[in-house]
């Protein structure tokens, strides 16, 4: 099976690197990507996009689905965007897609606007800035080795609104990897009343949600990273070799 690995912001595909293994071992074929804008040297960074980016992944889908397979989409954090809009772009192409620590960006929502934007990107905040749940086990070397690799954010990525357009996405099968909050916590807000649905609105319209729980902070790519190679081999081999009804 083909895995496409979609980072989040500040990350680049190296972000993957001790993620990986067990779905290589396996024998999938695993393709981690830096976006646009997300490269160690672009002067041009600040006029990328979020579009670039979703036209760079639908891009890639393309490639490795040429053969008529399928691939699995995985994005963590400010990925999911990117995620679910190649989803929308090619919903037959797509077999799951799989939002870590992120729910499906809804059209017409954008990532995160209030990210401090200096000369039209979007440098790694001071530590301060975030929850402190999004902190949990990122551990002093981890935020000094975060900080040593971060890339800004290109602020179009974070700011532009997101744009969806066909219904068929909501066919496509999906796995919400939950960390920083507990699933259970997260499907309470399906409710429409509840204050934060618009967070979880792209969710009650999708046929097939599957919530998995690897509790962490935000980064769990950092912090917990062979759990969750663990968690994502066990998804893309239930695609590759699903369960037998009633076994």
Do not use: K
Request: proline share 10%; net charge negative; charged share 20%.
């Amino acid at each position: 099976m083909d895995v496409i690995l979609i980072p989040g912001f500040w990350l680049d595909a190296s972000s993957w690197d001790a993620v990986t293994p067990a779905l290589v071992a396996a024998g999938h074929r695993v393709h981690p990507v830096t976006l646009p804008g997300a490269e160690a040297a672009n002067d041009r960074r600040a006029e990328v996009t979020l579009r670039d980016q979703v036209a760079a992944v639908v891009a890639l889908v393309d490639e490795v689905t040429a053969g008529d397979g399928g691939v699995v989409l995985v994005g963590h954090s400010g990925g999911a965007a990117v995620v679910h809009a190649a989803v929308d772009a090619r919903p037959a192409a797509v077999v799951r897609a799989v939002y870590v620590d992120a729910m499906p960006l809804a059209d017409g929502e954008v990532v995160n606007a209030d990210l401090p934007v200096v000369d039209g990107v979007i440098p790694l905040p001071a530590w301060d800035v975030f929850d402190d749940d999004d902190l949990v086990d990122l551990t002093p070397e981890l935020r000094d080795r975060f900080r040593e690799v971060a890339v800004p954010v290109p602020a179009h990525v974070a700011n532009d609104p997101q744009v969806l357009t066909d219904p068929r996405r909501y066919d496509v099968p999906v796995t919400v990897v939950a960390c920083e909050f507990a699933s259970a916590d997260l499907q309470v807000m399906l409710d429409p009343a509840h204050p934060w649905h618009s967070y979880v609105r792209e969710i009650p319209p999708m046929r097939d949600v599957t919530w998995v729980d690897l509790p962490t902070g935000h980064w769990p790519q950092l912090t917990r990273p062979v759990d969750l190679g663990r968690v994502l081999l066990e998804i893309v081999d239930g695609v590759t070799h699903p369960a037998t009804p009633g076994a």
